[in-house]
């Protein structure tokens, strides 16, 4: 157990250096001391440091003995999350999105796109890989690197809607009321059109996911040594 102990160290890092550095009372203290720009270029030092040690270590590591063992299935899964996964963060990153940093404009709106499926897309997109990798791969490696994924994407949820709620009040309120943070809920409860949104999320970045989850599909064994398929 003690070969685990740099990824547990990075994976500690990454989730509490994120959600303490973007915390109301210690990032109000670092901009007031050092500034704006340098509190940046500090948390995106640690959060970059701390993710390429998880890589580095998660690496070098075996597959141990697994924690669980949901095979085959834990691969089916796996690949049917995955380009709802992708949906999601494509659909996130590609479309103006509130709770992105640096557009809060966007608050004003109607929300479009995946949006109207959750008001977190990409913290969604990458908590469903996670999910699909760990149950996947059970052991201890994989549950502390792919967990500390999971763990900072969901909980990210929580701290950017209060974040911003802070920051915008009733105008957050009002996009919140409009969305859900649970994907499909909004949609559920009729506040939203699964249509609308699937018209609006356009054929071109349909494309791409379906580019990118064929690349991932056909080189996933040569880039991370690991087959995507049960029986590989």
Not at 48 to 69: H, K, V
Request: charged share 10%.
């Amino acid at each position: 157990m003690t070969e685990l102990w740099p990824l547990a160290l990075a994976s500690l890092v990454f989730v509490f250096g994120h959600l303490i550095l973007s915390s109301k009372g210690p990032r109000a203290f670092l901009v007031r001391s050092i500034g704006e720009g340098p509190f940046l270029g500090l948390y995106s030092l640690v959060a970059g440091a701390a993710l390429a040690g998880m890589i580095w270590a998660f690496n070098t590591l075996p597959y141990g003995a697994p924690l669980w063992l949901f095979y085959p299935a834990g691969y089916y899964v796996a690949i049917i999350l995955m380009p709802i996964a992708l949906v999601l963060i494509v659909g996130g990153y590609s479309q103006k999105n509130p709770t992105a940093v640096g557009q809060d404009r966007a608050l004003r709106r109607t929300p479009a796109g995946v949006l109207r499926i959750t008001r977190h897309p990409i913290m969604w997109g990458i908590s469903l890989w996670a999910i699909g990798h760990l149950l996947a791969n059970g052991d201890t490696a994989s549950v502390l690197f792919f967990g500390a994924f999971l763990v900072l994407a969901l909980a990210g949820t929580v701290a950017i809607d209060r974040k911003k709620r802070r920051a915008h009040g009733e105008v957050y309120d009002g996009f919140c009321e409009q969305t859900s943070n649970l994907p499909f809920l909004a949609i559920a409860r009729g506040r939203q059109s699964f249509g609308a949104a699937a018209r609006e999320f356009g054929p071109w970045r349909l494309v791409i996911v379906v580019v990118a989850y064929g690349v991932l599909l056909h080189f996933h064994q040569w880039a991370f040594g690991v087959p995507p398929y049960p029986g590989l």
